[in-house]
């Protein structure tokens, strides 16, 4: 059960858990906003930076994003990566270099990876061809897919703090055939799946116009969709989408700032939730890193679409930022050994909080803190954060000035 409890001066919670992670957007932050479009135009401001990533530089990158998350709350994260390979798709000489870049960046912040392994291998939901950055996405087809994914479950590089996951793209980016493919491995190995599920109504639109079926539906019939499945976004759902998800007792990532910054829409996250589909949330495309804010914009969203308040309860958002996340991972329980300590006595964000006069501290910290009042983070039992400051990689100033060094090179 998730709580918040007081230790001297100090807020103790469980671990917090960002369930959907694109390391490499981080580079876009304020890049696109000042231009019109939609989803569609601001992909293609990503495409640009996926190609010109490298193992080196991406460790270098997601070293830095991933201590951003540490230093703002987070102690697990699921990295949803799909930049498998070199320019125009050719494999590195380790096909999984990309991915073990990942996890080194990972190993240095301290921070849990769930590594999700998407598959991509097509352009549009009627199978266009992929092109520019997107080759780098694709092993060819769903069987070459499971030999390099194999081959990672083999190498013996995953255990302890990190594990490995699987990812259907999307609907659009993979045929059905091939999502076969993936679901028949997460079950051969128990992993935890996850796939962008109705992000835009074009998406749905599209699906219905190939396969008469919704994106759910296409999951449904594929085998996809079970227990161990996240869908991410689920922002245009029909109620018979919903009544889906809660049968497999699924679970939903919402990534509340990225939906907001993409102009995404918001989701019906408390009709999933009754049906008995499990929230959790995630960073996405990293506009923010703040697992507070996360949490209140789920409430806040659904408030401005149903204009009324209270339609979620803090004790289910605090459920959603950390047991909801660690069981999206394939990890439940796993957070039982992290911890994040907030300040209390000297944080502005959480004064006016009085124990004496029966706050409820789990709304205060979730709808009024901050990264700033991190003082402390533990990880598997270690200290990763002290004084608000990475014991691993040093003051926050050496942070930032790393990933502003790192973004610069990506973006010259």
Known sequence: ??????????????????AHSHAFHRVLRGLSETASGDFFTW??????????????????????????MVLAGYT????????????????????NEMSYALLEAAEAAGVRLC?????????????????????RFSDGDGDAWSRRVQDAIDSGRFGGRHHLGVAIHSVRAVPPAAMVSVGALAASYDLP?????????????????AFQKSPTELLHETGALTARTTAVHATHLRPADVARYGLAQAGICACPTTERDLGDGTGPFRELAD?????????????????????????????????RRGIMSPAELLAAATTGGSRSLGRPGEGAADAVYLRLEQSLDLAGWSPADGDDLVARVLFGASPADVDEVVIAGER???????????????IAARLTAAARRLLS
């Open 1 to 18: 059960m998730s709580e918040v409890l007081v230790e001297g001066d100090r807020a103790r919670l469980s671990g917090l858990v960002n």
């Open 193 to 209: 799946l996850h796939v962008h599920v109705s992000e835009q109504k074009s998406e749905n639109e599209a699906c219905l116009a």
């Open 115 to 135: 590594l999700l392994d998407a598959c991509y291998l097509q352009g549009s939901v009627e199978g266009a061809p992929l092109a520019g950055a997107q080759l």
């Open 76 to 95: 697990s994260v699921g990295e949803f990566h799909y930049l498998h390979h070199g320019p125009g798709g050719k494999p590195y000489a380790e096909p």
């Open 275 to 307: 049906s008995g589909a499990v929230l959790c949330l995630g960073s996405d495309s990293h506009a923010v890193i703040d697992p507070f804010e996360e949490a209140r914009s789920l409430e806040w969203h659904q408030r401005l679409s149903e204009e």
């Open 43 to 68: 992909r293609q401001l990503m495409y640009e930076v996926a190609e010109r990533l490298d193992p080196d530089s991406y460790r270098e990158l997601a070293t830095c994003v991933f201590a951003e």
């Open 384 to 398: 990763v954060v002290e004084g608000g400051e990475h014991i691993r990689l040093g003051p926050r100033r050496a």
